[in-house]
């Protein structure tokens, strides 16, 4: 089955600076990546997600980048505000018949105002 | 649109008591999923319902877990004789369907077990 790493497992960065999570992943058949950023007591949101038939997509202050032939996905999120301060969970389709999403153990995002 | 709700939201019990949680997911979505969530963890898969079949009970820790959803909308997790280890947040998740890959969580369920 599956299996997603994800790194680092805490980033704390000054506001104004970029962040930048990675995860990789261990089936080739997978095909949907999604971000979920979750704040404290709160349900997971998704806040972007990609297919693996592009390789990158951007939305305002954050970008998703996917190498396939590597397997790995990354967050990059610019000009980062006090707000963004959560964790955040990279995920990936399981292929193997379900519909389920295989999660990394998230990264704790701070940021310093 | 209502979004994906859970009752309760905490529920505490004492080790050897049966709870049931359940979940409503969006209206007219075919999927739905149960997700188990410890402590500084990620959520981990339970279980997967496409309209009121199972397809995925392969996440379930035990056959003290079990689930359903008989009519394809609500669905209820119980776990039986519960356990300290079963402390967490239990997760549903809708999606509407195989075609669509978003996933939309509820706000969960913080179990204690005394």
């Known amino acids: 089955g599956e299996n997603v790493e994800q790194h680092p497992s805490t980033l704390s960065v000054q506001e104004g600076d970029s962040a930048v999570i990675k995860c990789t992943y261990s089936?080739?058949?997978?095909?949907?990546f999604p971000w979920y950023k979750q704040e404290l007591g709160k349900r997971p949101q998704l806040i972007i997600d990609?297919?693996?038939?592009?390789g990158e997509k951007k939305d305002q202050r954050i970008a998703v980048t996917l190498n396939k032939t590597a397997k790995h996905f990354s967050l990059h999120i610019t000009e980062t505000q006090p707000e963004d301060s959560a964790v955040y969970f990279c995920?990936?389709?399981?292929?193997?018949?379900?519909?389920?999403?295989?999660f990394g153990k998230g990264t704790k995002l701070t940021v310093n105002p | 649109g209502a979004g994906v709700s859970q009752s309760p939201r905490y529920k505490v019990a004492k080790r050897g008591q049966d709870v049931a949680l359940r979940c409503d997911p969006i209206?007219?979505?075919?999927?739905l999923f149960w997700y188990q969530q410890a402590l500084g963890q990620g959520p981990e898969f339970l279980t997967y319902?496409?309209?009121?079949?199972?397809?995925?009970k392969s996440g379930l820790p035990s056959d003290r877990f079990f689930a359903e959803r008989p009519e394809g909308s609500v669905s209820t997790l119980k776990i039986q004789r519960t356990q300290q280890e079963d402390s967490a947040v239990y997760l549903c998740?809708?999606?509407?369907?195989?075609?669509?890959?978003?996933?939309?969580f509820g706000p969960g369920t913080r179990l204690t077990v005394l």
């Open positions: 209206s007219g979505h075919v999927s």
């Open positions: 995920a990936a389709k399981d292929q193997g018949g379900s519909e389920k999403l295989v």
């Open positions: 089936d080739s058949a997978s095909n949907y």
């Open positions: 998740a809708s999606s509407a369907g195989l075609a669509y890959n978003e996933q939309f």
């Open positions: 319902f496409q309209n009121e079949a199972q397809l995925d």
């Open positions: 990609i297919r693996s038939n592009v």
